[in-house]
């Protein structure tokens, strides 16, 4: 098993630019996320998806879009690149979201490192 | 949203000394998730707990919740050069992972 692989690993925009950060997964995970990693903030959730077909928005969703169109993809679309997205970004997955009480850990992607000049 | 408030933000130490790092929450959680990130690499599950006032174990590594389930402590024993790296505690509300900013520890040889 790959596990969770992500591409790009390095992109450099241009303001104004789109892109997609791709993220797919093979161990048949419903639930997926995106993060990013900026100095100093941890991981902040962008988007996730709890199944093909079921997305909703995290804690910074502006500016990026996603879809889930098959339970192995979640791409990240950026609109319009700005340098304020800048960052570190992680795809994650796991077995399902959430219980009340229990928790399936997340599985990282290796990351892309996004530049925006 | 859930906020997780983790310090201290960086640690430094010998080789051998030993190493915590807290996280804070204002509100009960239904769990929390620790995971390490190595310089470079991406965040790798550690452990979870879910009971009040529980303790895990894994060889140096000692996790506790505590008993009102708002606070999460990781403590590493003499520490090793391969205990460095970024150490997060993440919880959830509903589908919603919240990370703490994460501990960076670096291990003085």
């Known amino acids: 098993n790959a596990g969770v692989t992500q591409t790009p690993k390095f992109q450099v925009l241009k303001t104004g630019q789109s892109m997609t950060l791709q993220c797919a997964q093979d161990m048949n995970h419903e639930y997926m996320s995106w993060y990013r990693q900026d100095p100093g903030m941890g991981l902040r959730l962008i988007h996730y998806?709890?199944?093909?077909?079921?997305?909703d928005q995290g804690e910074v969703p502006n500016g990026y879009n996603v879809s889930r169109s098959t339970t192995e993809d979640f791409p990240l679309r950026l609109l319009s690149a700005a340098p304020s997205q800048t960052s570190v970004y992680f795809c994650?997955?796991?077995?399902?979201?959430?219980?009340?009480?229990?928790?399936?850990?997340?599985?990282f992607g290796n990351g892309t490192r996004l530049t925006v000049t | 949203g859930q906020q997780v408030m983790q310090i201290p933000q960086y640690q430094h130490v010998q080789e051998g000394e030993d190493f915590t790092t807290y996280c804070n929450s204002s509100t009960t959680l239904s769990n929390i998730q620790w995971y390490k990130q190595r310089p470079g690499g991406h965040p790798v599950f550690l452990i979870q707990l879910v009971k009040s006032g529980e303790v895990k174990k894994q060889k140096r590594l000692t996790f506790q919740f505590g008993e009102a389930k708002k606070n999460s402590s990781l403590h590493i024993t003499a520490t090793q050069t391969t205990d460095v790296g970024t150490y997060f505690c993440a919880a959830n509300t509903g589908n919603q992972f919240y990370f703490g900013t994460g501990t960076s520890l670096t291990v003085i040889p």
């Open positions: 994650a997955s796991s077995w399902t979201g959430t219980t009340s009480s229990y928790n399936s850990p997340l599985h």
């Open positions: 998806s709890v199944g093909a077909g079921i997305t």
